[in-house]
C-alpha cells in the first residue's frame, strides 16, 4: 500500500516529492510512479556498473559518468544525500583523485540502498 502524499520516508526531500507531485496533481498520469521506476530502474543498470570499476583499477572516467548522471536523477526524485554524495565523488573523479573516493562510494552505496528502500516504500511494491 503506497504512502499517503503527506507521508514521506526520511531519506527522501518531501519538498522535491511535492514538486513531483505539483506535476500531475490529480495522479492521473502517474507521474510519480514513472518517475520513481525509471530511477529505479537506472539504479539496476548504474550500481554494478559502478560496483564493478571499484577498487584497485579504478576507472575514473566510468565513476565520474555514473556519478553524475545519479546527481540531478538522484535529486529529482528526492534522494538528496544521494545527490550530494554523487557530486562530491564526481568532482574526485574528474579531478583523478582516486585515493580518497572508495570510502565515498562504499557511503553512496549504502545511501542508494537506502534510497531505493524508501522509494519502493513510497510507491508500495
Known sequence: MPLPPTQTP????????ARLRELD?????GLLARVVNAYLASLDRLVPELDRV???SADAEVIRHVSHTLKSSSASVGALQVSQRCA??????RARQLET???LLDRLL????QARLALTQLLGA
Open 10 to 17: 526520511a531519506a527522501l526531500d518531501a519538498d522535491a516529492l
Open 101 to 103: 573516493i572508495e570510502p
Open 88 to 93: 562530491e565523488i564526481e568532482a574526485l573523479a
Open 25 to 29: 496533481p490529480e495522479g492521473r498520469s
Open 54 to 56: 571499484r577498487g584497485v
Open 110 to 113: 549504502d545511501e542508494l540502498a
